[in-house]
């Protein structure tokens, strides 16, 4: 049987080659080969209510090898289809910065990262999938541990399986974790958690059997293989997401990116989670849990008032929030909760959150 | 029979109570109880040249209970050593975030974390132990991969095996790895690089099996417990360390941090692979590979002067690749090979440096 990531694979590829025919046949007909595709001009990047996320537009940009401006971009676009196509083929991963050294290979000419950067994306747009889809991964991995098997697809290890329970550190999510096939799993949740050291402590206190839940280290803001994979293990496992974050601004955009994805990405379906929940540390947590607190800085307030704005933003818990924080002006972290016991916020904290998420 | 890693425990154990039943007979002997440690002042840093690291001079603190300005940082201290002990009983790891809060659970003041750091530093040189002995881990985590079977000692997991080269992504280094015990390898080395993407490159391009290799993603600045990680490997499995870094003097510094440790950690002698080799990317590699490069900032040029004063630097190739990137004032990328190619680096460069390490 054909996995879903192999078809994925040579779906890609076939889209790959389409716009390459493409090509051929404008030549055929004596016309300057041209690619069109969406604008992600900033006037064509739209809220969408119903998707709850931005997306683009009804705008479109051509690139024509008829015209002397786009020839440049025109060549660094058909160059890294061709090389993604290679990559694919060749199951080999690469990142944003190998790639602009790799086009030397090829005497393509980028001027520096940002452009060769601007071109990826470009391609993203074109062919309506994230650059993890041609092998463009990430320099930052995030981690994930839990009761689930999965199937690898790379080379070397294809058939072979892996329970991601076996190293309580956690494995990384790369490449291969990434196109991994989901075979089984007792979990029936996912917990996202911002902080390595917390992650990790959520093993130590075993919330992955407690809670029969899936642990991910999102490290931060979650890096786009992280969101991919949460997406994928909410689709192909129909399991909930529930995100734990700091109790500040930051972290509650930590949050809103994995569910509702940024205007960045406004060009991608694939990187949203749109049901996930966000369910602490929430600024009413603070005065609920009396948490230590610190000052916000004239930044974090800033940042509020921007988001306040966003529609992202609009309604529900999340504006209601962001104006608590605004009134407390102090802010909190997942740690915070060790005054009262290391095992406070995994033992009280998580089991009433995720109580109070039903109703959500 | 009892493993390294669970005398290891109670040794630790045993030096804590040692600790505390000083205190103990110096009421006993109606003393106001006092701890004496080396002192970490800048005064008392002196670089060894045998050891090749900094370490702590003669100079000893002494704070005493019957001293009205110690009373605080005796406290804390003496509070550390008891949530230390309690971690490393109840088998809990921590951060150092996590301590900070934690101490406020038992009315314990920090100002701040500096505060709290500062005594966690205090206690590593009262017992000559890296913090991570009592269970307090860095929050960043870097990864591994290769041939080598360790036995956990955590809880839940004890006595059970994992081989390394299982998860082609990479395993991360935290708690239950750095306690494990090793306990099979056919590597004959490893290989420490410092970025996500060459480390999956690496395991791609099977370097792990080629050249017989446990690869380490240091992920930049290599975290602790990599570092701890990374003498364990080269002392317990007797593998020689060699490191692979950006060519730049940033790169060339997590080299010297991984061989000849810290200023900060001067005392410890736990962190430190002293015999681990340096083998690029070097200045001169630079031009000989005719690598792309970018200009030097004002800042880089800066600290590669800092670091020709520092007696790390001190002769051999150290000192001549400072020299040849201040010559070029231009820096590169493990990337940057790419532009050969992408298998460029591990094809040709890695086993030629290798062969060159031999000589080093």
Redesign the interface.
């Given at each position: 049987m054909k996995s879903s990531q192999t078809s994925k694979k040579e779906e890609l590829k076939a889209t790959l080659k389409e716009i390459g025919k493409k090509v051929y046949s404008d030549l055929d007909q004596k016309k300057f080969p041209e690619v069109a595709f969406p604008s992600r001009s900033v006037r064509n990047i739209v809220y969408d209510n119903k998707l709850k996320q931005y997306i683009l537009g009804q705008n479109t940009v051509t690139r024509s090898a008829g015209n002397i401006k786009h020839i440049r971009p025109f060549t660094q676009l058909f160059w890294l289809a061709y090389f993604a196509n290679k990559l694919v083929s060749e199951?080999?991963?690469?990142?944003l910065?190998?790639v602009?050294?790799?086009s030397?290979?090829f005497d393509v000419d980028f001027v520096d990262q940002p452009e060769s950067d601007e071109i990826i994306t470009d391609l993203e747009a074109v062919i309506s999938r994230p650059r993890e889809d041609f092998n463009i991964?990430p320099?930052?991995?995030s981690?994930i541990f839990g009761d689930v098997t999965i199937e690898?697809t790379?080379p070397?290890?294809e058939g072979?399986t892996?329970n991601l329970s076996?190293?309580?550190?956690?494995?990384?999510?790369?490449?291969?974790?990434s196109t991994a096939e989901f075979r089984d799993t007792s979990a029936e949740m996912i917990i996202a958690i911002e902080?390595?050291?917390l992650f990790?402590?959520f093993v130590?206190e075993?919330v992955h059997s407690r809670y029969k839940s899936i642990i991910i280290d999102t490290?931060g803001q979650a890096p786009r293989s992280t969101r991919y994979m949460l997406r994928r293990l909410n689709r192909e496992l129909k399991l909930p997401v529930y995100i734990l974050t700091d109790g500040d601004v930051y972290g509650e955009h930590i949050a809103m990116v994995i569910i509702s994805g940024s205007v960045g990405a406004a060009h991608l379906r694939e990187l949203t989670v749109s049901d996930a929940k966000w369910i602490g540390v929430w600024g009413s947590d603070i005065i609920k849990y009396k948490l230590?607190t610190i000052p916000m800085t004239e930044i974090d307030i800033k940042r509020i008032y921007e988001l306040k704005k966003d529609p992202r933003y609009k309604g529900g818990i999340w504006q209601k929030e962001l104006d608590v924080f605004l009134k407390l002006k102090r802010k909190s972290?997942l740690?915070?909760?060790?005054?009262?016991?290391?095992t406070t916020i995994t033992d009280k904290y998580l089991p009433e959150k995720l109580q109070e998420a039903k109703s959500l």
């Open positions: 199951s080999k991963t690469s990142t910065r190998d602009f050294y790799s030397q290979a991964y320099e930052e991995r981690a690898y790379v070397g290890y072979k892996l076996s190293h309580p550190d956690g494995y990384l999510i790369g490449p291969s974790l902080k390595g050291g990790t402590r130590e075993k490290a230590p972290e740690e915070a909760f060790s005054k009262f016991g290391l």
